[in-house]
């Protein structure tokens, strides 16, 4: 029986200071998202075969799942579904613009390119508690979301295009309460090759 692993970081704990600072990384990493794994893994020992699935594919189906276990794969899993993401939304040669043909596409879906970034900080910023603010696809259409804890918008029906934590322990060490200076160092963080990829991917 595979259970679900922990995914290295492709690149340092380090790799993306001084925005996001290493200290912060690793302990994001290494304890709450392998939190979110063992808690998840610990759930589904009852249910062998949900290990031959991919995360995604257990969030999107959440009311067809047996009851006992269903809280925990949108808690747990969705924890280590969203982190999984996460850091391959980061890069060390992130931020900037995205390529001019992504860059249309956002310009088409809100207005402006900074119009985007200025209603995505402020959804990320006004997501009052703990959560999330995304970009998601859903019928072609691109729109800015933000869930609470760890519910997932594949939960209901969208496709994650690029997303950013905003529970506190993803920038208290560093930012302490100033989630508005962590959401403006993200931007110099964001893998923009990535968001169009899985924009592309279908």
């Not at 290990?51 to 276990?69: G, H, Q, T, W, Y």
């Not at 980061?90 to 860059?103: A, D, H, I, T, V």
């Not at 160092?185 to 279908?202: C, G, H, I, Q, T």
């Amino acid at each position: 029986m595979e259970k679900y692993t922990l995914p290295k970081l492709p690149y340092g704990y380090d790799s993306l200071e001084p925005h996001f600072d290493s200290r912060t990384m690793e302990i994001h990493h290494l304890k709450h998202h392998q939190t979110y794994l063992d808690k998840l893994n610990a759930s589904l020992e009852k249910y062998p075969e949900f290990f031959e699935k991919p995360i995604e594919i257990l969030l999107s189906d959440l009311n067809n799942l047996p009851e006992d276990v269903r809280l925990s794969v949108k808690n747990n899993g969705g924890g280590f579904y969203h982190h999984s993401l996460f850091w391959n939304f980061l890069s060390p040669n992130g931020g900037g613009n995205p390529s001019s043909s992504f860059k249309n596409i956002l310009v088409s879906s809100f207005g402006d390119f900074d119009l985007f970034k200025e209603k995505f900080s402020s959804v990320a910023l006004s997501q009052f508690g703990s959560g999330w603010a995304w970009l998601v696809e859903k019928d072609g259409r691109l729109d800015i979301i933000s869930t609470s804890n760890q519910d997932s918008p594949v939960s209901s029906g969208y496709k994650i295009i690029i997303g950013l934590d905003v529970w506190e322990h993803a920038y208290y060490l560093n930012y302490q309460n100033r989630r508005a200076d962590y959401i403006t160092a993200w931007w110099n963080l964001v893998n923009w090759s990535e968001a169009e990829r899985r924009f592309n991917e279908k």
